[in-house]
């Protein structure tokens, strides 16, 4: 704070900016650090140079650091089709709810999540976590094929018609005639109680 009043008193002064960008990049907050480090770099003088490798650096340590939140991620996906393997669910729940508060788009953790609200009855729980996928990817016809057969259980035949309408333009045969099949008794008592066609398959790297 005292950094930030005092260049924003002598705007003039980039050796304030210098130092208040790399008090930011300590916070890790990296695009406030970045505001400052190119506010220099566009100005001639003794700290241009400077600001510039500043930049870099600054660069670099997102990359790193994005790197190792994505490594974190992959991991606990991988305990999270564990647990399933294991037969814990509430322990796959937990690791996929995880998965959904450090990326609230992943659809990787939503459709888990939707599979597991369904085996649980919670239904409309289970048609909003597909229709968050929907939403994220229009073109995710596995959720949308999904998404029917959870509008079908709870006998909303039109939100049913159009789910599987949509899931009708896969180039993925498997799905595209489970969805054909859909659309003739959508509302029917013997295809509702059905569900959804298939799990998805855990996406678990082969062992090495």
Known sequence: ??????????????????????????QRQYD???????L????PGEFQEQAKGAIKTLRDSEET????ADARQGALVQQ?????????KPLARK??????????????ALKQLGFLDLEEGKLRGAAQNF?????????????????????????????????FTAALGSSDEKIHSAAQSALGPVAGPEQ??????????????PTR
């Open 1 to 26: 704070p005292l950094l930030k009043k005092a260049s924003e008193q002598d705007p003039e002064n980039m050796r304030l900016h210098m130092d208040l960008g790399y008090a930011y990049q300590a």
């Open 192 to 205: 509702a109680s059905r569900g959804p066609e298939t799990l998805e398959a855990p996406q678990v790297p």
């Open 32 to 38: 406030e650090a970045g505001k400052e480090f190119e």
């Open 131 to 163: 229709e968050t996928v929907r939403s994220l990817d229009p073109q995710d016809y596995f959720a949308a094929l999904q998404l029917g057969y959870v509008y079908q259980r709870l006998k909303d035949g039109d939100k049913a018609r159009e789910a």
């Open 95 to 108: 690791r996929f709810v995880l998965v959904l508060s450090n990326d609230p788009r992943n659809k990787t």
């Open 80 to 88: 999270a089709y564990a647990a399933l393997s294991a037969g814990n």
């Open 40 to 43: 220099v770099a566009r100005q």
């Open 65 to 68: 650091v994005r790197a190792a």
